[in-house]
């Protein structure tokens, strides 16, 4: 069964601290990557798609990078308003369906 | 201008109440989804339709029904509601066919609390 691992849980950073969420996942055959934005009492909003592993997307503060096995989302320089939660999500060699992570819950403090 | 949008937003009923929760989309998608979100966060896919075909069918019980009344409407409707039901539930729409590596849009979300 397709498992996807996100960490940290929780991530607290100083204005500016810059530094990394993981999204692992098992068994091979991914067909895609997505990383989502989720505020507080809203849907997860879009941001990145990642397709094969070596790419690179960027946007903003934000990076997402991809490996076989794993991807990351490097937050540079973070401002408060990027205090979110942050969750990734396969699609599955089935290629119907997206499964999601946990989440990292970041908080920037000014 | 809301893209996918859902009511209500709020719904607070009693344990063996039916109710219903509708989702509209305006992006002229094909498919459309039903997420549950937990209290641990965690989004797990209920449903999926493509052009009103039933796609997905995940393990969900019987008293979830999904209907689509067209491509733009997906509906929720819960039989006999359990304290279990308890969550927020999303809907959301893709363009093209039923894969799930085409982008999903989420709308806002309905909080559902059963006493």
């Known amino acids: 069964e397709d498992q996807v691992t996100q960490s940290p849980e929780a991530l607290r950073l100083q204005e500016g601290e810059s530094s990394s969420l993981n999204c692992s996942y098992t068994?091979?055959?991914?067909?895609?990557l997505f990383w989502y934005r989720q505020d507080p009492g809203k849907g997860p909003e879009f941001l990145f798609t990642?397709?094969?592993a070596g790419e690179e997307k960027e946007k903003e503060r934000l990076k997402a990078t991809l490996t076989k096995k794993e991807s990351f989302l490097h937050i540079t320089a973070p401002k408060p308003e990027d205090s979110a939660t942050y969750l990734c999500?396969?699609?599955?060699?089935?290629?119907?369906?997206?499964?999601f992570g946990g989440g990292t819950r970041v908080l920037v403090k000014p | 201008d809301t893209a996918v949008s859902q009511t209500p937003k709020y719904l607070v009923t009693q344990m063996g109440n039916d109710k219903s929760i509708k989702c509209e989309q305006n992006?002229?998608?094909?498919?459309m989804y039903w997420y549950k979100q937990d209290s641990k966060k965690f989004l797990k896919i209920m449903f999926s339709y493509n052009n009103k075909e039933l796609i997905i069918n995940e393990t969900v019980p019987n008293r979830f029904s999904p209907k689509s009344p067209d491509k733009a409407h997906l509906n929720l409707h819960i039989n006999s509601l359990e304290l279990g039901d308890s969550a927020v539930y999303f809907c959301?729409?893709?363009?093209?066919?039923?894969?799930?590596?085409?982008?999903?849009?989420f709308g806002p979300g309905t909080r559902l609390l059963v006493l």
């Open positions: 999500a396969r699609v599955g060699a089935a290629g119907n369906k997206l499964t």
């Open positions: 990642l397709y094969s």
């Open positions: 959301a729409s893709s363009q093209g066919g039923a894969g799930g590596w085409e982008t999903q849009y």
């Open positions: 068994v091979s055959g991914l067909r895609g």
């Open positions: 992006l002229g998608h094909d498919t």
